[in-house]
């Protein structure tokens, strides 16, 4: 029994580093999955500590982008606990400090953090529950705004500064186009136009 779980009901579903390596950061639930751990532990003594436990009646869903470490050792969180995914902010002991995103609508992705300016930048759908935008919001949770103009769906990708984002936008008329963007939204230039003649 590692850590205090039973191995015949346990499943080990994400692993990482904390960000001075001093740690192994890892996510346990039940096979059921009606509940997801964060842990840290000591990977010289294998001493654990449970940073919070998220429940429901139902399943929670594991994240790949879980967590995502600020400079200070507090992270950012991606949840379903209410039934829309959404954001909160954590301090470094695993105690809750914010919701930063709420509302009838999901953060489907965390695509970067600027910590200067204090802006954490995502995909979601609080435009369109069918195609997501990008958007960013100030990690206190003030200040959302939607990126993204043109409709239909759009996948970013920053740069790790989080300066600059290249997105990847199509429509139901229009296959996959690339443009570069700044991160206030604003089209720097346009990388491919994906131009269908047959579509014109």
């Not at 959404?86 to 470094?92: E, N, R």
């Not at 369109?128 to 239909?152: F, I, M, T």
């Not at 720097?188 to 269908?196: A, L, M, S, T």
Request: proline residues 4%; negative net charge.
């Amino acid at each position: 029994e590692a850590a205090g779980y039973e191995p015949t009901d346990f499943l080990v579903v994400r692993v990482s580093w904390s960000p001075d390596s001093r740690r192994v950061v890892w996510q346990g639930q039940n096979r059921e999955q009606t509940y997801l751990d964060l842990n840290a532990s000591d990977p010289s003594t294998g001493k654990t500590t449970r940073l919070f436990r998220e429940t429901t009646k139902a399943w929670v869903e594991a994240f790949d982008d879980n967590p995502r470490w600020l400079k200070d050792g507090s992270f950012i969180w991606r949840s379903e606990r209410t039934g829309w995914s959404h954001l909160y902010g954590y301090a470094a002991d695993g105690k809750l400090v914010k919701q930063i995103t709420s509302g009838p609508w999901e953060v489907r992705g965390i695509d970067a953090v600027d910590e200067v300016r204090g802006l954490v930048y995502f995909h979601g759908t609080e435009h369109s529950h069918v195609a997501e935008h990008v958007y960013r919001v100030r990690l206190d949770g003030v200040g959302l705004k939607r990126l993204s103009e043109a409709e239909g769906s759009h996948g970013p990708s920053f740069n790790p500064q989080a300066t600059l984002y290249i997105d990847r936008w199509s429509d139901i008329n229009t296959p996959h186009q690339v443009r570069l963007h700044s991160s206030d939204g604003a089209q720097v230039r346009v990388v491919d136009e994906n131009r269908v003649a047959a579509l014109s």
